[in-house]
């Protein structure tokens, strides 16, 4: 392979990108070298196995996935703005919905709420850590290595161009020679590895580790919906494992699981890609439901209406969603039974979600309402969200959707589904845990601008598209002709768009002047809360706990506020037992890294002898004797000092 | 049954027995009789199902303890994910006309 095929060459887009990544990166090094930060960076955060900081982590590459992605978005917007534009190619345009799919869901959606679960979770049940701090730490590596390997494919190689969905035949290597859908088969794989084990992390930490007296039925409404996302994640991942290492093996070895030829059956790939598929829907979707929920408790200063429906919907929307996956391929050509059974399901699933909607509004009736920049993304995602399951339950019906199917209509469907119930939620839950990660708050003013240009943004960009999509326009078209009607909806939704990217930039410089501006001295409970999280310094201190609090009753937090039972007293102090940081997570994660891109690479013998770098990182963690560390009680004291004034 | 019983192990007698029994009857019907394949088949793992949960109940306690509620409910789940995934799939890929032929 010569080197102008291994770089991307001849458009000068991308000529302008590579040179930006390349500038930045050296950049990058300069400063931190500049700034002597590599050991700070290195024994702070590289080996961290802190959930807070890992946490951190996630949501920094979250928000720049996001802008990844949010640039594909209104590339895409630009493209079709106008009819016979020539801004993208065919070519190129595909490349940009496939790596604005995947980037949005797999490493912006799913990165987002795991980091948040990892700063909130231990904290809401009153836990110092998660169960297995260091497998953490390698699910973030892993996360973020695959991330990054899936992103230089646009610059090295080229990008995959078969949709987020990666349909067979399409993907299989007769159609798409390049190593563009190599990169999405290994990227992913490495990803879910990182996803399964947090997946576990999660289920061990919260069945486990809760403090005494939280009881299931005491447990907050997020850690419900983490423990349960957490289950469907292993429930539904292992799915995807075998289904994209059936893809590897037809793409590098020629077998034939899904391809036309020699037995093998593209509908296969269809079908194991949407039993992950949609559980992978709800994995993102649930955690946000259990944001929401929390900051509408908060900010109506009332406990949540129907805590018990709530428990029972969540998982009878878990139980169902295994259960409905024919919904996205209806027209493929099923008998008339099967496209009924699958209809009904999913038009089932609307059930239990109606009763969460209900349920929020019931905990908004006659609240005391504070309309805090958290609050307000609870708010607009309420109708923005129905409009999303209201069209989901028209494409439900299997009659309907032949006409919907691969239309506007559908991409219309699903920004509406996604957007508030992921990004508003993500938006929600910085806002509201931002303190608890930071000790400042984000400015509510600037906030507030964030907060309208995005959600008007999002209603202009998406609502044009139900509209061309019932007009004919089918999904995934690089251009079209004038005269068909859509130039005017097209045209409003790509300004629509432009909206909401400047509601992107509102919240960047609301993190930059709150950085800097924000007031300190904002106490450990802020927003006057109600769980647990809020029951310690903030931000949380390393050890989050100096002594594991006791529950009594459903929001916990509430309870000892109003009996006054918030205080420390010196002689419950004991040493706090630690884990310490390791090097094998980030070690092991850029092995992996490596091997995966010799095998896009299919340069096999590299391959093989880089997977060394995997074996000596497993061995040198299973001889890692380090037991972790004692915090002194005259440590704990003083920090506990510091924010609580004197001890009892 | 979270407490220690100390009087005679019966749970761990009749399993033991029952473990042997199933085994003895799975030898004689794959060795001793006429019925075809198919049908040895589908009574072997039958019998290694029963067998399977005897092992599970009698000798690995799920029920006991703290979690036991979780394990039955764990195992049931599994199972169940199990056969959706794969008789749905069979189901789905092999009625109308996108049939595997
Ligand atoms: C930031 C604002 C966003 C804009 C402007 C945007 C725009 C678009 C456009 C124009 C398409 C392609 C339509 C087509 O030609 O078929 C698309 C597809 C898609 N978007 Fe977005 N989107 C945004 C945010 C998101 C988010 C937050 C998610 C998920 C969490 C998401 C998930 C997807 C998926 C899965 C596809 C399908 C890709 C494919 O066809 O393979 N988008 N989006
Ligand atoms: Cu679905």
Known sequence: MSLDEFFVTGDPLILASQIAIGLTMIGLIALVTYLKRWKWLWSEWFTTVDHKKIGIMYILAGVLMFFRGGVDGLMMKAQTSRP???????????????????????????????????????????????????????????????????????????????????????????????????????????????????????????????????????????TWTSLVTSIIIVAAFPIFTVALAYMTLDRLFGTHFFTVAAGGDPMLWLNLFWLWGHPEVYIVVLPAF?????????????NLYGY?????????????????????????????????????????IAIPTGVKIFNWLFTLRKGRIEFSNAMLWSLAFIPCFTIGGVTGVMLAMAAADYQY???MFLVAHFHYVLIPGVVFAVFAGLYYWWPKMFGFKLSEKIGKWHFWLFVIGFNLTFMPMFFVGLDGMSRRMYTYSEGLGWEGWLG?????????????????????WSFRYAPRDIGNDPWNAR??????????????????????????????????????????????????????????????????FFLVFEWFTLAIISSIGIIIGLVANSFDYDEGYHIPVEELEEEERAWRGDLK | MTTVKHGFPWNHLIGFVLSILLTLFAVFIAFETDFSK????????????????????????????????????????????????????????????????
């Open chain 1, 308 to 348: 018990k429906s709530m428990v029972f919907s969540v998982v009878g929307i878990a139980f169902l969603s295994m259960l409905v996956w024919v919904h996205h391929f209806y027209t493929m050509g099923n008998s008339a039974s099967v496209n009924t059974v699958f209809s009904l399901t999913t038009m089932m």
């Open chain 1, 84 to 222: 016979n534009l020539e801004f993208l190619d065919a070519q190129h345009y595909d490349e940009i919905f496939t790596t604005h799919g995947v980037i949005m869901i797999l490493f912006m959606a799913m990165p987002m709420l795991i980091g948040i679960m990892n700063v909130v979770i231990p904290l809401q049940i009153g836990a110092r850590d998660v169960a297995f701090p260091k497998l953490n730490a390698l699910s973030f590596w892993l996360f973020f290595v695959a991330a990054m390997l899936f992103n230089v494919s646009f610059v090295i190689g080229g990008s995959p161009d078969a949709g987020w969905t990666s349909y067979f035949p399409l993907a299989g290597k007769e159609f798409t020679p390049g190593v563009g859908n190599n990169y999405y088969a290994i990227a992913l794989q490495i990803a879910g590895i990182g996803t399964l084990a947090t997946g576990i992390n999660f289920i061990v930490t919260i069945v486990k580790m809760r403090a005494p007296g939280m009881t299931w039925m005491k447990m907050p409404m997020f």
């Open chain 1, 531 to 596: 769980t647990l999280e809020w029951a310690t310094a903030t931000p949380a201190p390393h050890y989050n706990f100096a002594k594991i609090p006791e529950v009594t009753r459903l929001d916990p937090y509430w309870d000892m506020k109003k009996k006054g039972e918030t205080g420390l007293k010196k002689s419950d102090l004991k040493p706090v037992h630690m884990p310490s940081n390791s090097w094998t997570p980030i070690f092991l994660g850029v092995a992996f890294g490596v091997v995966g």
């Open chain 1, 290 to 302: 259990g944001m929401f929920s929390e900051v509408i408790a908060t900010f109506a200063r009332k």
């Open chain 1, 492 to 512: 409003f939704s790509a300004v629509g768009s432009i909206v909401m990217a400047a509601g992107f930039a509102a919240l960047c410089y609301n993190i930059y």
């Open chain 2, 38 to 101: 198919t049908v040895i088949m589908w009574v072997i793992g039958t019998l290694a199902i029963f067998q399977a949960l005897i092992q599970l109940f009698m000798f690995m306690h799920i029920t006991e303890g703290k979690e036991g509620m979780l394990n039955v409910i764990n195992i049931i789940y599994s199972i169940f994910l199990a056969l959706v995934i794969v008789f749905g799939s069979i189901w789905v890929l092999t009625s109308g006309h996108s049939a595997i032929h």
């Open chain 1, 405 to 407: 199917h691969n239309t």
